[in-house]
């Protein structure tokens, strides 16, 4: 085992399991055993949000977050973010909501403009789509967010979605939301600042809802399935939660070692 | 041939194939996956680097149109398109022609503008936090109360006035802090780790695919 890293087995180790649990529920799910899932009243909400915008008259403002793609952390919530962006962006056509998509990163810019030009084109409504409704507004962070908070003083947005990794703005961003009486649907995993959202927001999605959102919206029984395997690593760590809590009370660091392997 | 480029495996696979370059040398020491991983990184950052220019051309766009119909404001987008060309201008890596980071103009408007515009933005957040707390701290049910006198007593516990006389408010407030609301953050993040790690296998066995051309159906 030369070719292992020092230190990380015991992580691998219970990477392959986990990642073997979903990939097992996955495969239930392909033949047709689909596991039920937990209403989250956040991700339900979104449609709410929409509609009452169109009643009011008033745009819907669906931010990604201000994380880029790569970074470990952050990255996966930008992309749990598109897959909102990605339901939003097709209730909105529905619905005839105008969608405005704030962009702080570059490089996040051609996929969040990507997916609502896809949108509108699969809703046949391919020359209605305009670009400047998905503006790239600074890539740095107080400019992004001072910006965001001017487009929503002055659209005044009915609903404003926002799923991602946010950080200081989240606050600035939600409680502007607030002000202008908009519908807020919030959603970080970015644990500082989940606080802020719960105070500010009407739904906030918590750490793991967020990246449950993609497959909870589509509906499609694989991805709902995935989240039943997540579930398994779930158990594994309330085992050795407890387990660690037993064994360093009673004096052994048994877990700790195999933790270090 | 065409066809075949926008065919949806060809970013699922690209995708899986970075994915793993990125996991397997993280566990396994393989010096040639390891060079491999180092290579596609450094491709991200030349694509990163690029990407900037599709920020600058949407900005472009958005206020160009502004100043062409003379929509509400428009003075500002003169401003801001003014100021992208003279910091593109002043800041390009060019130090033999008195160019790029420490070009008087350039270091001028970063420490002159942005920063204190930035750090401005930045300490209006206590005013933010202010009118929020104000919402929240309202004791209309358990929970709420719960959170309105935890909310207090670490007010009070960052306040040395207090703790000076009531040491034993800081004793509070660090328990608050060390036991209920760390043992609820790790929580937390246990739950968001296992979370990304679903979304990274759905990604890898490319049923995750929100990110991609709207679920690549088109």
Known sequence: ?261 | MSDVLRRIEIPIALTIIACLLQVIPYYVEIPALESAANTASNAVLIIVACATFVGVISIVQVHGKRIQRQSEGWYYSILVIGLVVIMALTGLPLPEMGLGVNNSVYNWLFTNVQTPLGGTMYSILAFFITSAAFRAFRARNLEASIVLVAGTIMVMGNAPLLTNYMPFIADISLWIRSYPNLATMRGVMIGAALGSIALAMRTLMGIERGYLRGGGEE
């Open chain 1, 1 to 261: 085992m030369a070719f292992l890293i020092a230190g990380r087995i015991f992580g691998l180790l219970c990477l392959i399991v986990i990642m073997g649990s979903i990939a097992y529920y996955v495969r239930q799910a392909q033949g047709g055993k689909v596991p039920k899932v937990r209403r989250i009243p956040g991700i339900d909400a979104i449609d709410e949000a929409l509609g009452r915008a169109v009643e009011m008259g008033r745009p819907v403002f669906c931010s990604h977050g201000i994380a880029n793609l790569r970074a470990a952390t952050s990255g996966p919530q930008t992309l749990a973010g598109l897959s909102v962006l990605q339901y939003v962006a097709k209730q909105s056509l529905q619905v005839g909501a105008e969608l405005f998509v704030p962009v702080r990163q570059p490089e996040v810019w051609p996929v969040a403009a990507d997916i609502v030009e896809t949108e509108y084109k699969l809703a046949g409504r391919g020359d209605e789509f305009d670009p400047d409704k998905i503006p790239f507004l600074s890539n740095q962070q107080f400019g992004f967010s001072s910006n965001y908070m001017g487009m929503m003083m002055r659209e005044r947005p009915g609903a404003n979605i926002m799923v991602g990794a946010f950080w200081a703005e989240s606050l600035q961003l939600a409680e502007t939301g607030s002000r202008i009486g908009a519908m807020q649907i919030t959603g970080t995993a970015n644990t500082a600042q989940i606080p802020f959202f719960l105070v500010v927001s009407d739904y906030c999605l918590i750490g793991e809802e967020i990246y449950s959102a993609g497959a909870y919206l589509t509906n499609d029984a694989p991805l709902i399935a995935s989240l039943a395997g997540q579930d398994i690593g779930r158990i594994i760590a309330v085992i050795l939660g407890l387990l660690g809590a037993l064994t360093v009370t009673f004096g052994s660091n048994i877990l700790l070692d195999l933790f270090a392997m």
